[in-house]
């Protein structure tokens, strides 16, 4: 099977510039304001979904739709393609498990469809390296089933670090008391995150902007030794004078590869609020080399 018959598909939880988003189908998310729904990047966009959060309108998500996943499964079953559907974190949200209900519904259809559903444990621009990477294996022509071994295998390569710029999103989620989110407030408090399984877990909490940029860049070594050989994502909500800072901090210690920088689509924006900053990267270089 040539590369050309195998499509990958992601969903609007990853993040990657729109230039690289043109090579995938995207499914969208939905978010809900004022309990009117919009799909995300079809009637509704990043600045629109920053815009309601500045006005303390929270937006509410859902998970893509099962009709759009059978739509876009459907058709890839007819044109006899292959499908490799990488999805955001499970923990975090249904749509994988929703993916794979509407995948086996298409396949009592058409039996030959044969597609793979790979839960990334990620999101946003982690996803998008993710994203980014299986698409190079994808190049080296393999079957689907041994990129999909290969894709579950490397997602537990994945590093998220990252920050909010106060604690009322983290209380808003349920993850803090009132009372702490508003006493770390007063203090400039900034927490200190991190993906496990999928999961976000508060690491650490550290004091004021400047000593959590330097927390993300000095706790980037202690994941990995390989961040001068990669490409390394950043994504910010909204502050990209943030995202250049951090960049360059990056650049001084590490001078990696290079740098996708993203701003967090509208799902995690929904959640994360405004002004929060990550710094995703693989722990040891994924296997580009495997035949």
């Known amino acids: 099977m040539n590369t050309t018959d195998i499509e990958i598909v992601i969903d609007s939880a990853c993040d990657l510039p729109e230039k690289m988003k043109q090579k995938y189908r995207i499914l969208p998310f939905r978010i809900i304001i004022n309990d009117q729904e919009y799909k995300t990047g079809e009637e509704i966009n990043i600045d629109q979904v920053y815009e309601h959060i500045r006005d303390k309108n929270y937006p509410k998500t859902a998970q893509v739709s099962p009709l759009d996943f059978k739509n876009a499964f ?36 058409y039996p030959d469809f044969n597609i793979e559903i790979i839960d990334s444990k990620a999101g946003s621009t982690a996803l998008g390296l993710f ?12 079957p689907l089933n041994q990129i999909a071994d290969i894709l579950r295998q490397e997602r537990e390569n994945l590093v998220h670090l990252f920050s909010l710029d106060n604690l009322t999103t983290l209380q808003r989620g349920g993850r803090l008391s009132k009372g702490k989110a508003l006493i770390g407030n007063i203090l400039n408090i900034k927490p ?25 860049v000095n706790e980037m070594a202690n994941k990995s030794q390989f961040l001068n050989k990669q490409v390394i994502g950043i994504s910010h ?10 960049k360059n901090m990056i650049q001084e210690k590490y001078n ?33 080399n495997q035949h």
Request: hydrophobic share 45%; aromatic share 6%.
């Open 131 to 142: 994203v980014n990477y299986a698409s190079k294996l994808l190049e080296k022509n393999l």
């Open 192 to 216: 200190i995150l991190e993906v496990v399984d999928g999961e976000i877990i508060l690491s650490k909490k550290v004091r004021g902007q400047r000593k959590m940029l330097k927390t993300l």
């Open 74 to 109: 459907t058709e890839l079953a007819k044109n006899n393609k292959d499908c490799l559907y990488i999805a955001f974190s499970a923990a975090m949200s249904g749509s994988y498990q929703t993916a794979k209900l509407m995948a086996q519904e298409v396949k009592n259809e």
């Open 256 to 288: 990696p590869e290079g740098f996708l920088i993203n701003m967090i689509g509208p799902v995690l924006g929904a959640h994360l609020g405004i002004g929060g900053i990550g710094v995703f990267f693989f722990e040891n270089l994924p296997e580009t």
């Open 237 to 246: 909500a909204d502050d990209k004078e943030l995202a250049l800072e951090l």
